[in-house]
């Protein structure tokens, strides 16, 4: 029977590559670690240390220093960005993952961030999501699934103002003049987006009542043609 051969010890440049292997492993650990120690400390400066999270004090705070008012849409982008699920607050967890995506650790890089988050929001693969988002983020009481009139005038101006100006001031001064409805429902806030994008504004040629479009959408193509006529 042949004697096993003895294993050859690592060359020079084998133990020299894994070396540098090692050695950049070791380098990007310490780069990530330095970067969720700025992201946390950066948390602990508007963190309410009581309650552990971020309340709307410190989300107060945090816009002055972004240099945005906290009505401002970007603040409800960043919301949606870090998933975070009470209204005026951010958990460390939500913090983090979202910093993370975002890649920034400092207030001067999520200052600079904010454009370009806006611009992933606005993407069309991205917007209706936001949108809904919106809408469920206002929803701040157990079990709350509608909105109220004040409430919906004061959201579609922030989410949709921008894109739909038309639309948007027809729709809050008839929600405003209407007394049939008191609040709002998800399907009602989507279907009004759909409406938008979809239906020829203000002649409204286009919409068909066969659609299935919930009847305030109904009500308010009525209100439109009578101020028309």
């Known amino acids: 029977m042949p004697r096993a051969s003895k294993r050859k010890s690592d060359s020079p440049k084998s133990t020299s590559a894994k070396s540098s292997r090692t050695e ?13 120690i700025s992201v946390d400390n950066l948390f602990q400066k ?23 008012d906290h009505t401002n849409v970007r603040i409800l982008m960043l919301a949606w960005k870090l998933k975070a699920e009470k209204q005026g607050y951010f958990t460390q967890d939500e913090w983090r993952r979202g910093l993370k995506d975002l890649g920034v650790d400092t207030i001067n890089k ?17 917007f209706e999501d936001f949108y809904c988002y919106a809408f469920r983020y206002c929803l701040t ?10 409430s919906i005038c004061l959201l579609i101006d922030l989410v949709l103002g921008s894109q739909f100006r038309s639309q948007v001031d027809s729709f809050t001064e008839f929600l405003k003049n209407q007394t049939d409805y008191k609040v709002i429902n ?22 068909d009542t066969d659609q299935a479009w919930p009847v305030i959408l109904d009500n308010f193509v009525d209100w439109m043609k009578e101020k028309q006529s």
């Open 186 to 207: 998800m399907d009602q806030w989507t279907n009004f987006l759909r409406f938008c994008q979809e239906i020829s504004f203000p002649d409204l040629k286009n919409y």
């Open 110 to 126: 999520l200052k600079k961030a904010l454009p370009k988050l806006e611009a992933e929001v606005m993407m069309p693969e991205n």
């Open 46 to 68: 508007y963190a309410n240390k009581l309650l552990g999270m971020i309340d709307p004090e410190g989300i107060e705070a945090l816009c002055s220093d972004l240099g945005v």
């Open 141 to 150: 009481e157990d079990k709350q699934k509608c909105l109220d009139i004040e």
């Open 24 to 36: 950049s492993v070791n380098s990007a650990s310490g780069k990530a670690s330095k970067f969720g």
